[in-house]
């Protein structure tokens, strides 16, 4: 029998390998939907969905190795980022989905959690006032019209699964829908500030840099209680805590 791996788990989901399947497991089911739905649209390379029996959602593994992973020097090649920002135009050049995503909260939403958020960080002593203060100004950048798009909506560099120079799959499509392009962008290069010019490359198309800085900061700001209040470690070495410094 194949040896069975946890390969994350919280009080909302849980993931497990056994040999090359994954089983998802989500008490939200409507996320589960979502994710079914999006890698059926989606025009990139995806995971093959083997069967679906809630909770319970299995899908094979893809070839290759991610990306990178958040505060990991990355070992993929420009053209392997590059051609990560090619997949990520084609998903957002495809037709809409039929649903918002994580990335398309409205901006007034968006601006009260970041406002409560930055209020948690500073009156729970977990963040300097000036540092939460900065990135909170560098943020504001982001809180701007935008045209919708088909966003994956968690794109984290993990997510993202190449071989060589190319890209062989995008996993984790629970917060897809229609969102900020540029959400996206930011995801994928957050932490990896040193290869956001070989994404934009790949992308094609200009791209307000400052925008996605800015997404840098408010995505790291969001997060920072969600991370801690389920395990993960915001603190580690060039993760979201870094992130934020980098704006000082």
Known sequence: MDEVKMVVAHSERATLRVGDVFLKVDADQARVEVEVEAMALAPVPTPKVLWHKPPV???????????????????ASPAAWAAAGA??????????????????RGLGELAA????????????????????TRNRQV????????????THG???????FVDGDGI???IDW????????????????????????????????DVDLDVIRAWWSLRSLLNVRW????????????????VLRSRL
Not at 87 to 104: E, I, K, S, Y
Not at 139 to 150: K, M, N, Y
Not at 154 to 160: C, F, G, N, R, V
């Open 154 to 160: 968690d794109l984290q560099i993990d997510h993202a």
């Open 227 to 242: 991370l801690v209040e389920h395990g993960f470690d915001p603190f580690a070495p060039g993760c979201e805590i870094d």
């Open 139 to 150: 943020a504001e950048a982001a809180l701007r019209p935008w045209t919708p798009v088909f």
């Open 57 to 75: 959602l299995a899908i094979a593994a893809v070839p290759g190795t991610a990306l990178g992973r958040l505060g990991e020097p990355s070992t």
């Open 168 to 170: 062989t799959g995008i």
């Open 113 to 132: 959690d970041l406002d409560g958020e930055c209020e948690w960080l500073v009156t729970n002593g977990v963040l300097p006032a000036d540092l939460v």
């Open 174 to 205: 629970s917060e897809a829908g229609q969102g900020d392009a540029l959400y996206d962008l930011a995801t994928l290069t957050l932490g990896h500030e040193e290869h956001l010019g070989d994404v934009v490359a790949g992308y094609g198309t």
């Open 87 to 104: 997949a990520v135009r084609r998903l957002h050049d495809a037709p809409l989905p039929p649903r918002p995503g994580q990335a398309g």
